[in-house]
């Protein structure tokens, strides 16, 4: 797994003037551990490990795993699953499917997309196929670029800016009572901020992408999220973050889920996604 330090370069470019020294870098770093101490870890035996030729998967996994060694995986949830609305697939982190979660244990994962680990996986006892055990903190924020529409990143990532200027005193109110309810504590590491960021929920069965509220977040892990596939050029610094602050996450995983969201965000750009700000108001307003 690389250190955090591996991406201080970073801190020297324009955009993160403003916190670099003062060892933020080994503060981050450090109040994401303590956040993913105090969450649980799950294990789970994969389902569904026989369809779709997933046998052959785990096979060539098997072959290509040293016994010590592990995988990062992604645990992504599928809303629109014909058979379970509640589904969450487990694959690795080039996006090829192993298996779900057992549809009795789904119920704790919040995010749409989160990570874990390959536990242990070879032929189970009671029959000849492959299987695994996986682990996962699904409490634990994932940390990587939230895919939104390239053509929408502009708006989104300028929509706190634009309220504190257009609505100031009912932003400043609301930016006041956000700091206090969350103890000036970063959502996703639980470092020290005060720097408030929008939640978006990515709706893919309409296309849309909704404000889903605001949240604090450290300014770099707010920088990872909204990347311009057409002006990002610092790839290999973000893939640092994102091994980093991902428990457990190789920079060469890290760096297939970051292409593989840059990717989408791209592709959605040609589909037609719209943004969904309707609910501003209720939300400045404590409704």
């Not at 250190?3 to 060892?23: K, N, W």
Request: aromatic share 6%.
């Amino acid at each position: 797994t690389v250190s955090l330090d591996a991406a201080q370069p970073i801190l020297g470019r324009t955009e993160f003037a403003g916190f670099a020294g003062s060892g933020s870098m080994n503060v981050l770093r450090e109040s994401r551990a303590a956040l993913a101490r105090k969450l649980p870890v799950q294990t789970h035996r994969i389902a569904g490990v026989t369809f779709e030729g997933r046998q052959s998967t785990l096979k060539l996994l098997r072959e290509l795993l040293p016994d010590e060694a592990s995988a990062s995986l992604m645990f992504e949830k599928e809303p629109e699953n014909p058979f379970d609305a509640n589904a969450v697939a487990v694959k690795l982190v080039d996006d090829t499917k192993l298996g779900y979660v057992p549809r009795a244990e789904t119920g704790s994962f919040r995010y749409s997309l989160c990570f874990g680990r390959l536990r242990s996986l070879g032929l189970a006892k009671e029959t000849s196929n492959f299987g695994c055990i996986v682990e996962v903190q699904p409490q634990l924020p994932p940390v990587m670029n939230l895919a939104i529409p390239a053509n929408l990143v502009p708006q989104c990532s300028q929509l706190v800016s634009d309220l504190s200027s257009s609505r100031s005193t009912a932003w400043d109110a609301y930016r006041t009572e956000l700091c206090r309810r969350m103890g000036k504590r970063c959502s996703i590491s639980y470092a020290e901020t005060e720097n408030v960021e929008a939640r978006w929920s990515i709706c893919s069965g309409d296309r849309t992408v909704r404000l889903g509220g605001f949240a604090l977040q450290h300014p770099l892990l707010a920088r990872v999220q909204y990347i311009d596939p057409d002006e990002f050029v610092d790839f290999e610094d973000i893939c640092s973050v994102i091994s980093a602050m991902n428990p457990g996450m190789r920079e060469d995983e890290a760096s297939m889920v970051f292409s593989r969201q840059l990717d989408l965000a791209e592709s959605r750009a040609s589909e037609g996604w719209t943004l969904d700000l309707s609910n501003v108001d209720d939300l400045l307003s404590g409704a």
